[in-house]
């Protein structure tokens, strides 16, 4: 290889209808975490965010660390499937979400809890005709940040989105099946098809060249596999192989979705269309979805993701962890043990899945690090206690290294009714967006580095 020969961080991959985006390599030029200090921006890695909402809040006396500091040896219960990434991660205590009160409104918190959560905007009961939130978190860095990457954000979710209908006490139902908002009239329904995702990630050009493709059983990667064969040439060893570990994963993933969109499917009634292409595993789907925003940093696709594990109010049941009552139903507990057993073990589930997506970003090398020294994941709810339908001491968990700009492996605990506004501020900042006023915040959130 020459010893000039440089590869742009923008190189993609193209074929019939498609493009495929490149992970980082060695070809690229150096990257480090731009919190290292006199890197120049070319050459940092880029810092990504992530939003994952569970509903319903959480049993707390299976998430709460008591005391401030290193997290202990043996977590909470709920947290104990993270214990292998324990070093990435920390418990923040003491956070409000004010807007998601009624302040006059009435009933109608699961509306309220999910609908305020990344916007810090009071949602209102309307006729269905007058929705009103504010912009998210996400959306403010998406409109920032998007030019930079092929899609500006991604919205993914186990559960679709609603964007009409009554749901929750005189609340449309779009407030609580829709946590990303582009406006304050302008939800960002979000994408429950692992296939229409990784359409959406590597696919593009017209209809008809995406079902050519579809119709000759060709993958993406066959679609692009002259530029792919031109491009290795020009690669030393190391990068060879980083690209044929990322290309396995791709293909790995595709036919992981096609398998999923032909499984045999139980006998609907008449009038049921069954959807193609999602797992009938709830844990299969939640699985393939974190794959594909893993795919989606690595590739540089976009650095912003929200990704809903259930909308909220969701009453989904459990029965594969032997929990067959409704999620919502039980959620109102009134301090019975049997129910708050029931719901520490669907938040233990939830856990699990954020484990399974922690993991597999940080077995993502990048430039000096990996994919979640890169990256700052928040995992939480805009409830807190199910029964209590409060939304002050939210559990909130805030994982990844942020490029060098979060000290993980900590309780970290606040004074009461500290925004939760103050996090997305401080996560903007560390995404280069700086003097935003967001809803109540009153500035940075305090100890994180």
Known sequence: MKKEYQLSRRTVLKGLGVTLALPWLEQMGMQTSWAAGNTPVSQAAPNRMAFLYVPNGVNMDGWRVPTEGALPSKLPAILEPLAEVKDYFSVLSGLTADKARAHGDGGGDHARAMSAF???????????????????????????????????????????????????????????????????TQPMPKEISPKLIFERLFGSGSDVERARRDAARKSILDSVRD????????????????????????????????????????????????????????????RLLADLMVLAFQTDSTRVCTFVLANEGSNRSYPFINVRDGHHSISHHGHDPVKLAKIQDINKFHSSQLAYLLTRLKSVKEGDGNLLDHSMIVYGSGNGDGDRHNHDDLPILLAGRGCGTLRQGRSIQY????????????????????DVQFGDSTGELKKLV
């Not at 004074?415 to 700086?434: C, F, G, Q, Y």
Request: aromatic share 6%.
């Open 118 to 184: 990344l916007t810090g905007a009071q949602p209102r009961k309307t006729d269905g005709a007058n929705i009103k939130a504010g912009v998210s978190a996400d959306q403010i860095a998406a409109a920032r940040i998007g030019e930079r990457t092929r899609l500006a954000s991604l919205e993914i979710g186990a559960d679709a989105s609603k964007l009409a209908g009554g749901c929750d006490s005189g609340y449309s139902c779009i407030y609580e099946s829709n946590l990303s908002w582009r406006s304050a």
């Open 415 to 434: 004074a009461k009714e500290t925004p939760i506004n103050n996090l997305w501020v401080s996560m903007l900042n560390r995404m280069d967006i700086h």
């Open 227 to 286: 530029d792919f064969r031109e491009l290795n040439v020009r690669l030393g060893t190391n990068d060879q192989r980083k690209l044929d570990e990322y290309f396995t994963a791709v293909r790995e993933l595709e036919v992981r979705i096609q398998k999923a969109g032909t499984m045999a499917q139980p006998k609907l009634p008449a009038t049921v269309k069954a959807p193609t292409g999602i797992p009938q595993s709830y844990e299969e789907h939640l």
